[in-house]
């Protein structure tokens, strides 16, 4: 029977901070009734305004999400009807995003739910094309460490895959559940982001060269 050509199991990665350029914000307009329609009327006005005024900002993608109605039963309260929207801004300008925000606060009377950042797609794209490199050449350096660990004349590649960590959106930075008062644009930092993109596969040893090598 042949001899089983030594296969080592090899992985390695590169990783880049990357500075957070999309902003993402969540509001809610919601409202309590005794008359769901009533509730419904409110919460439509409201969200209306305020996607007009978003779109009127240059530069601010925005969406609605997660609308509900329900009916709210609590000791000692008359029953009513809770109705509520969500508005997704996103948008590369913080500071006009902020404004925007606070806008909608104090005069449409939104809820700001959360808050986080992202870095876009362009940017990951570019830090991953760059990190690629630096990936596969570290692998390389891996599997070099290997043959010599191993005695092994040389080596040559296998199967071998590139992934990177486009994963969700970051969690929230900041919640609220009340109004502010305050009309300031609210303070934010973008923070940074991990990405990395990890090369992971075989190198086929070469043992055979060593045992020439020896005998020569």
Known sequence: APTPVPVVT????????????????F????ADNADAAAAASDVN???????????????????TAGYSSYQVTEANRPQRWRVSQTLVLE?????????LVSKLQSTDGLVLSGLNFSVSTATRRAAEDS??????????QRAQLAV????????????????????ARP??????????????????????????????????????????????
Do not use: C, K
């Not at 090899?10 to 914000?25: L, P």
């Open 45 to 63: 006005g409201r969200m209306g305004r305020a996607l007009a005024r978003a779109r009127a900002v240059a530069g601010v993608e925005a969406s």
């Open 91 to 99: 948008s590369g300008d913080f500071a006009a995003l902020s404004a």
């Open 27 to 30: 509001l809610r307009a919601e």
């Open 131 to 140: 990190l690629t490199q630096r990936a596969i050449q570290n692998w390389q």
């Open 148 to 167: 010599q660990a191993f005695g092994a004349g040389g080596w040559r590649t296998g199967r071998v895959t590139v992934q990177t960590n486009d994963y």
């Open 10 to 25: 090899i992985t390695a990665s590169a990783t880049s901070n990357v500075a957070n350029d999309r902003m993402h914000a």
């Open 171 to 216: 969690q929230p930075m900041y919640r609220s559940t009340a109004v502010a008062a305050a009309s300031a644009p609210v303070a934010v930092e973008g923070g940074m982001s991990d990405v990395t993109v990890t090369v992971s596969g075989e190198a086929i040893l070469d043992t055979l060269a060593s045992i020439l090598g020896d005998i020569r």
